[in-house]
């Protein structure tokens, strides 16, 4: 083979993704989330509902602050924020509208914020607390299955996916027992 061949030959090497990318381990995924620490992103969800006809899509931002701080601020198709701090939800709407609910009080809704917290922190404890974790792929295309373990947590929910490359997730799909589910595409993430 001729030597000026050899600089082309790495150069494709280091742009062609390697077939056998190294599998990603569960502590390792957890310990790499947790070190990316708050951020902000943009999101799409997508709510595939029995009791309506078209799928509903809401569009907004994401921002998430360790330990315990999540907002989801939609944007269309209505303007309402969805402050999560602490054990207390605050919805918020233009109209000046507040409504604060314990989390506590809801075991559905405590289930689903104690779990997008472990994730986002990557509480490797937490998670398996509550869930039999199955996860998949290299660290550039990982994608988590969280199954729950509880019965009440079964009658509810069926599946939770999270998708993801390196320390970011780009989409998580839960899937609840009676057939619905959404799907929640996350774009342009950046510090907060």
Do not use: C
């Not at 701090?85 to 405590?110: C, E, F, K, V, Y």
């Not at 009658?155 to 839960?174: A, D, P, Y």
Request: hydrophobic share 35%; net charge positive.
């Amino acid at each position: 083979m001729p030597r000026r061949l050899l600089p082309i030959l790495f150069l494709v090497s280091l742009s062609v993704p390697s077939a056998h990318a190294a599998e990603v381990g569960v502590e390792e995924l957890m310990q790499g989330l947790g070190n990316a620490g708050g951020y902000r992103a943009t999101f799409t969800e997508t709510k595939h509902l029995s009791m309506l006809k078209q799928p509903q899509t809401l569009e907004g931002m994401l921002v998430y602050r360790p330990p315990d701080r999540l907002k989801k601020v939609v944007t269309k198709p209505q303007e309402k924020i969805y402050d999560i701090h602490g054990q207390t939800l605050t919805i918020s709407s233009p109209d000046g509208g507040n409504r604060q609910i314990a989390i506590d009080r809801h075991p559905l809704l405590r289930t689903l914020v104690t779990t997008l917290r472990g994730i986002l922190a990557g509480d490797l404890e937490r998670l398996r607390a509550t869930y039999h974790l199955d996860l998949k792929g290299s660290v550039r295309d990982w994608h988590l299955r969280l199954s729950p373990k509880p019965e009440s947590i079964r009658e509810e929910i069926r599946v939770i996916r999270v998708k993801g490359r390196n320390q970011r997730i780009h989409s998580i799909k839960t899937a609840e027992s009676n057939g619905d589910y959404s799907l929640i595409r996350i774009t342009r993430v950046q510090s907060p």
